[in-house]
């Protein structure tokens, strides 16, 4: 194994994670699986200059057919935990139409898993909706939290007997971002007051589906946690000494790092941009929502106040900062700052970290990557910040949604010419850390 000095991170000096420690690696549906016809994203796939590489998703890593395969792939990466999704528009092609053997495909999943000691996490939500669903306007459409958590107890009731961490919906800001301000995910819009409904109905969606989940467990006899998956990304102004930097940092911190976090904790949404929107709504029944906290890191944007910007707000990297394949910065020393900004808001609520990964076609800098961000997890451990896990983003190589198949986010690289898998020298040091828990001493 290669050996590694640490620059930012070299004043941390914890090497092993404790006893019950979860490793994990994370998926999700539409980008592994293939073949997901009837959903929102196969349409939008098929629109000229909507995918960035111009692929739709087609037979994606072809995971639907190679369960037994991966799942051996899986165990040989020592995790204790995998996170992935079940795809609504499989389960429910039209509505009311429930595909009982797609339902089985995925209770065969959560057998192979647990056959081989690995505990499911599962996302019911993962970007995608069902065709169907989003031409009654998605998160937008009144009657979505019912149909929402009428899917999830349908998917509870027959296969959610051995599972007891639910993510109700990933990245809920993502979706708000990409798909309503910058309108480069479905649906496509670019309206910064349209915001409003699908924020509400995203809301009222998990809320629902919350109470009616443990409901039925409670009926069981069964224990059970429901959370969401939150993006969370360091806002810093480009500026420190701009006020207006200044102060679009802290907008965007607080609009899109917490108004979803705070809202299920406190039963009201608040969506305040200025000159645009200013609306509080009053969800009662959201209120204490979130049994742990999902949390989804990636990089950190200096922002800048840009009248030009979607939104008016310009997101800069550092010139001198590393950056992945997508631009993105590497900034390891963020994830200990969202995880200390969560426990100083939700003080003590267990944390799930459900999405943490690198687009690194030529598996450079990925082990560099993981060891970094891991010393940071370290440490906020050690300040006796509540992490539970940590869920590598990703297992395999997938279709990273409108960039197409060109990023490369997995441990096991994918020849999509072949769906042959292979092991990333990334994921022999990842294996080798899920199996003792402790971090090698890699040189650069």
């Known amino acids: 194994m290669t050996s590694f000095m640490l620059s930012s991170t070299a004043s941390i000096h914890a090497a092993s994670f404790p006893k019950h420690f979860k490793w994990c690696v994370a998926t999700s549906a539409h980008q592994i699986e293939g073949h997901n016809i009837h959903s929102d994203w196969w349409e939008f796939e098929q629109r000229p ?4 590489d111009g692929h739709p998703s087609g037979a994606a890593a072809d995971h639907w057919n190679r369960l ?5 792939l899986l165990a040989a990466l020592n995790v204790q935990q995998y996170r992935f999704s079940i795809e609504w528009a499989k389960i429910e092609p039209r509505p009311g139409e429930w595909n009982v053997e797609a339902l089985e495909h995925y209770r065969r999943e959560i057998e192979l898993l647990t056959e081989r000691g690995i505990e499911p996490l599962i996302t019911l939500q993962h970007f995608t909706l069902p065709k169907w669903v989003a031409d009654r306007g998605g998160f937008e459409w009144s009657g979505m939290p019912q149909a929402f958590a009428r899917y999830s107890e349908w998917v509870f009731s027959r296969i959610g007997g051995g599972v007891r961490d639910w993510i109700t919906i990933n990245e809920p800001q993502v979706v708000l971002a ?4 910058e309108g480069v995910h479905p649906p496509l819009k670019k309206d910064l007051k349209s915001v409003d409904l699908p924020a509400l109905g995203m809301i009222r969606a998990h809320a629902l589906a919350y109470h009616r989940l443990h409901e039925l467990a409670r009926s069981r006899g069964q224990e059970i946690r429901v959370g969401m998956a939150h993006h969370l990304r360091v806002y810093e102004p480009a500026s420190k000494w701009n006020p207006l930097d200044r102060f679009a940092a802290r907008l965007l911190d607080d609009l899109g790092n917490w108004s979803m976090v705070d809202a299920l904790e406190s039963g009201v949404l608040r969506i305040r941009i200025p000159f645009t929107l200013n609306v509080e ?4 029944e959201a209120r204490n929502t979130q049994d742990f906290l999902g949390v989804n890191y990636y990089s950190r944007d200096l922002i800048r106040l840009d009248l030009s910007s979607p939104g008016f707000l310009k997101r800069l990297v550092r010139k001198s900062s590393p950056r992945n394949d997508l631009g993105w910065e590497i900034h390891p020393e963020g994830l200990y700052k969202v995880l200390r900004a969560v426990n100083r808001r939700i003080p003590n609520r267990p944390i799930l970290i459900t999405e943490n990964g690198t687009a690194d076609h030529r598996d450079a800098f990925r082990s560099q990557f993981l060891v970094d961000h891991l010393k940071w997890l370290l440490r906020a451990i050690e300040d006796g910040i509540p992490v539970e ?7 395999l190589d997938n279709y990273e949604w409108s960039e197409g198949f060109e990023p490369r986010f997995g441990l096991y690289e994918v020849n999509y010419s072949t769906q042959e898998r292979t092991l990333r020298n990334s994921g022999r040091i990842f294996s080798e850390i899920a199996r003792s828990s402790m971090l090698p001493d890699l040189k650069r």
Do not use: K, L, M
């Open 49 to 52: 200059g909507a995918i960035r």
């Open 68 to 72: 037994e395969q991966d799942t051996e």
């Open 178 to 181: 990409a798909g309503y301000i």
């Open 389 to 395: 896990n940590y869920c590598h983003w990703s297992f």
């Open 281 to 284: 709504h009053h969800v009662p």
